[in-house]
Every structure is written in C-alpha cells, then in structure tokens.
C-alpha cells in the first residue's frame, strides 16, 4: 500500500479488504498510516529501510496486490530481483506509472478507492487458512524486528522516538518529519494507526521540510498534538519559522535529534566513500 491509497481516502477500502481475505500489508514511506501498524497483519515498512520481514514476504509472496505505489528504487532495489517469484497486480490512477519500473501481470488504471470497493464486493475468504503463512511471517518478525542497543545509558534516537510513540498512542497526534535518519527511524519505530498523520517529503526529499509542515498541520487541527522530529540539519533549513510559531502563537512541539552531523550523508560516507568527508 502507497501514497495513493491515502490520496484516495481509501484507507477503510484497504483494511476491509485485509479483513475479508486475511492478507497481510505492508506500506511504503508514503502510506504509513494506510493500515494500523499495531494491527497483527501489517509488515510495517518494507524496502531499503524498511523491515527485514516485509522484504522476505515480499519475495516470497506467490501473489502481490500494489496499490497506489510507483515502485521506486527505494521500495525495490534491483528491479529485476524484486517479488520475482510473485504475480503481481499492480492499481493505480496514473496510467504513466503502469510498468513504468516494474512489468506486472494484471495492469488496472483506475481509482484506488472505487477499485477496493469494487474487489470487496465479489472477495470471498482463502480457501485454505493462511495459517502456515503467518508463522512464517512471525518467525521473521522474532528473528528480526526493528531494534537498537537497549543497554545503552543515554538516550538513543530511536528510543526516544518509541518512547514519544508510547506516551502519545492514545492521544490526536499528527508527526513531521525532515530528511535524514531521524526520518527512517521515525517510519521504523513510530506507530502510526490512520491515515493524514505522518507528514513527510517522502519521495520529494525536502530537508527543512519537518517545521513548517508541523506548522500548517497546527493551524489546520488546532486541537491536535503536532510534533516535529526532526535532525539537526535538517531544523536549520528553516530554524527561523519559529519566529513565526512565537508571532502566531503555533503550538507545534519539536522532538530534536543531534548528533552533530548529516547523519546519513555520513552513514553513506562510511559505508560507501572509505570514510572520507566531503
């Protein structure tokens, strides 16, 4: 499930159809939020830096539904190895993201809400319980979940981030984001239940975006607890909107993660470069 799912107000379509049939989802970075991550059926993230279960699944799927998904290099990797063993229907409103990257088997141009709607009227059950499927799914949830250094003293990004999901579970939470780790780790270790709650540049790749989106968000639902987590590089790229939040007295909270660098540019660097800056 993509971007397009929640551009289509499809979101209920999409669980529905999870329910009749019993098939587990997993989400891009653009549709988190689509489908509950805390719901026994969802895969969270999958591709580059999403889960190592939802990529296994992925692989090993026989059949594959994409909706409203472009299949960017992100989410596939080598295009030629991805879900290769798997048929795969691919629904989407734009006709020039059909086979655009990945040739699939069965095209549909069409509306994502209207097209859901459509297959849950005529879905029936699995003829044989997808039992089997699922314990091998929760074996490579336990084999591998997300995780980071609990015995650390301080206070990991990604502990912080899983703690503000935590505190926040049960309260109207909209999060932004900027670009960099502290985006990946936010899609990784923040829960998010609905769709229109996870504000991100996504495929865009805004640095400086995280602020003023949590600014617009806080206008638009006054009530609701904003909270920008963002990077320390990322915060200065637009650092003077909160001038703007002081004059119009825009409550957005700032969850701040320093660790006084670009961290994936210096990610990259290290895995990719021999360590050298530039």
């Not at 989802?25 to 549709?31: D, E, H, P, R, S």
């Not at 999958?46 to 889960?51: A, D």
């Not at 960099?180 to 504000?199: E, I, K, N, S």
Request: glycine share 10%; proline share 5%; net charge negative.
């Amino acid at each position: 499930a993509g971007g397009g799912v929640i551009a289509a107000e499809a979101a209920a379509e999409l669980r529905e159809l999870a329910r009749r049939t019993g098939i587990p989802v997993t989400m891009t970075l653009m549709g988190l939020g689509a489908f509950p991550g805390d719901d026994p059926r969802s895969l969270d993230m999958l591709g580059m830096h999403g889960s190592v279960y939802s990529n296994l699944a992925v692989d090993q799927a026989d059949l594959l539904i994409a909706v409203g998904v472009r299949f960017d290099d992100r989410v596939t990797g080598k295009v030629a190895e991805f879900a290769q063993h798997g048929f795969i229907v691919h629904i989407d409103i734009d006709p020039s993201e059909i086979n655009k990257n990945k040739l699939v088997h069965v095209p549909i141009v069409a509306d994502v809400k209207e097209s859901l709607a459509m297959l849950n009227a005529v879905v029936e059950p699995p003829v044989a319980p997808l039992d089997d499927w699922y314990a091998q799914i929760d074996e490579w949830k336990r084999e591998d979940p997300f995780g980071y250094d609990r015995s650390f003293p301080g206070i990991l990004p990604q502990h912080a981030i899983a703690e503000l999901s935590r505190l926040t579970a049960e309260r109207d939470t909209i999060v932004t984001v900027g670009v960099g780790q502290h985006q990946m780790w936010t899609a990784q270790f923040y829960t998010f239940r609905r769709p229109r709650t996870w504000l991100s540049s996504s495929g865009l790749g805004t640095m400086g975006f995280g602020l003023p989106a949590a600014m617009g968000a806080k206008v638009a639902r006054p009530d609701a607890l904003v909270v920008d987590i963002d990077g320390d590089g990322s915060i200065l790229m637009n650092i003077q909107e909160f001038a703007t939040c002081h004059c119009e007295n825009i409550g957005v909270k700032v969850l701040l993660l320093n660790n006084q660098h670009l961290g994936m540019v210096v990610q990259w660097e290290d895995r990719f470069f021999k360590g050298n800056r530039a």
